[in-house]
């Protein structure tokens, strides 16, 4: 990306690399290299120091997701969701198809939303997307399990009356795409790309969400421009000059609202606080399949 370099890099064992200096510890490498916030790629176990470290530092850190997967490591990161200065890199309210979805929901067009389901991807990312459609601030839910032919579905039903349905592929929890979902409210529903709303109280409209592409003749080099709703775009491609498919539209976002944040020009992609919520949900589910 642009305006982003790397000034440095933190490894295990020593090494050479192109780019900056190679460093095997932490603090030597925020002392000598001034970064304007650190990315952290360490996975769960390791991550909760590397924040903690960072934090005490000073300097801003984005970190993969989940943060934290134990309750040790949750309680040891809690004390640092005030710092200001933790961000998460959750990609999936920003993939494409989710993003325009988002913005179908939030412009009201399904009505009260009351239900979500999600499947096939990982846990930490469900709870994300859950939370994003059903709003952040939802009380702690009742999480009930069932199977049907060795597969486990997972309901978490909020005192609210809104219901997350979950479908766990395995104990990672998925891959890195979602599978087509469900958003269901008061006025309608998205499944997948396709929005069915009472546009009265006598008519159903559907609409699909459509992923307009420049050079549509040319599959090789066709890049996605934008998703229309009709004839109203609901979603552009940030880096339409870029190859990219979704995930690394989503990351390259998220890179663009973190380099913003240490700016103080924006807001972070992703608080601590809220990947913090994602992963204790994701605690519950897995005492609950596990019983």
Known sequence: MPDLNRVGLVVRRALRAPG?????????????????????????????????????????????????T?????????????????????PYPWLPDQAAALQ??????????????????PAHAAMALLRAYLGPDQPGPTVRTARFDQQVVVSLDFANGMTGVFT????DHGGLYPRPFLVRGSAGEIAGRVLTRLDDPAAVVTTRLRRVYDRPDDPAAARLAGIWQGDTEIWRNPFPDQAWDD????????????????????????????????ARLVLAIDHAVAD
Do not use: K, N
């Open 104 to 121: 179908v929901v939030r412009s009201g067009q399904v009505g009260r939303v009351s239900q979500v389901q999600l499947s096939g991807l």
């Open 247 to 278: 995930l690394a539209i989503a990351y390259g976002f998220i890179v663009a609202q973190m380099m913003a944040f240490v700016r103080q020009q924006g807001q972070g992609p992703y608080a601590l606080g809220e990947a913090l919520a994602d």
């Open 20 to 68: 900056g200096p190679v460093f095997t510890d932490l603090p030597s490498a925020l002392t000598q290299t001034d970064p304007d916030f650190v990315l952290c790629l360490a996975g769960p176990a390791a991550t909760p120091s590397i924040i903690a470290q960072t934090v005490a530092a000073g300097v801003p850190i984005l970190a993969e997701p989940p943060p934290a």
């Open 70 to 90: 134990t309750p040790a490591g949750l309680a040891a990161l809690t004390d640092l969701a005030d710092s200001g200065l933790v961000q998460i890199a959750e």
């Open 168 to 171: 766990p592929t395995d104990r």
